[in-house]
């Protein structure tokens, strides 16, 4: 029997650094929007939904949200809030970034695909080559060590495979794409229950891997620029144009 996936995208309004952020208009358009579009050329998933604290984002995607509670303390968290409301039954559940209005839904078949052909990982997530050492040095790009099964064995902000003579070479680093893939019952009932990992590196991922749980990487040739900061909407805007 195929497996059944849905894409969850979660999407708060209230953001410290860019408010009402899923609201901006991008080419005339909801950044939300623009994500929840991509998403739905995804061959791989069967349902797209938007997971949202907020009335006025479920206004404009009418039919295609859910009100999840505003207390959510991220987007994993918003996404099972979402998942718990649904009647259907999901084998897998992808988390999409909702400050990802580039997003590739040939990445999204990639990563789903990736988990469906290896039973031995409760997940999967991207990668890509960094090819700028400003990049490999920034504490707000995370990189990714995967061993030669594909398998995640680490994630860190530091510079990571770290060298002895702390050179950047391009082909060495890999920068981690904040799209997940889960098995759904690993998601519902195992992840809400995983304790915090015990480093500083903020990082939700790392408390799968200190459970001793298998991330599948998939690797892609780039990454696509997504919205943090108002500075991001006019080059997103750039691209989308092109």
């Known amino acids: 029997m195929a497996m059944r996936v849905i894409g969850i995208i979660p999407a708060r309004l209230r953001s410290t650094r860019f408010p009402s952020k899923p609201l901006?208009?991008?080419c005339g358009k909801p950044m939300i929007q623009h994500t929840y579009?991509?998403?739905?050329?995804?061959?791989?998933?069967?349902?797209?939904?938007?997971?949202?604290?907020s009335s006025e984002i479920a206004?404009?995607?009418?039919?295609?949200?859910?009100?999840?509670?505003?207390a959510c303390e991220n987007g994993t968290a918003r996404v099972l809030d979402a998942l718990h409301q649904l009647d259907s039954t999901f084998d897998i559940v992808v988390n999409i970034?909702?400050?990802?209005?580039?997003?590739?839904?040939a990445h999204i078949d990639l990563c789903v695909e990736a988990l469906a052909n290896d039973s031995s990982c409760v997940m999967s997530t991207l990668m890509a080559p960094i090819l700028e050492e400003d990049e490999a040095r920034s504490p707000h790009v995370v990189k990714c060590v995967a061993d030669h099964q594909s398998?995640?064995?680490?994630f860190s902000r530091a510079m990571i495979p770290a060298s002895k003579d702390n050179s950047f070479a391009p082909d060495r680093f890999h920068k981690h794409i904040g799209l997940y893939a889960f098995r759904r019952s690993f998601l519902v009932d195992v992840f809400p229950k995983l304790v915090p990992c015990h480093t500083s590196e903020d990082l939700e991922q790392l408390r799968v891997l200190e459970a001793g749980y298998k991330i599948?990487?998939?690797?892609?040739p780039f990454a696509l620029p997504g919205v943090d900061l108002p500075s991001d909407v006019a080059k997103v805007e750039a691209l989308l144009k092109e």
């Open 37 to 53: 579009e991509a998403a739905c050329n995804a061959k791989s998933l069967h349902q797209v939904l938007v997971a949202t604290d």
């Open 24 to 26: 901006a208009l991008l």
């Open 151 to 154: 398998n995640a064995m680490y």
């Open 97 to 105: 970034q909702g400050d990802e209005p580039l997003v590739n839904p």
């Open 216 to 220: 599948k990487m998939v690797v892609v």
């Open 59 to 70: 206004a404009i995607m009418p039919g295609n949200s859910l009100m999840t509670n505003e």
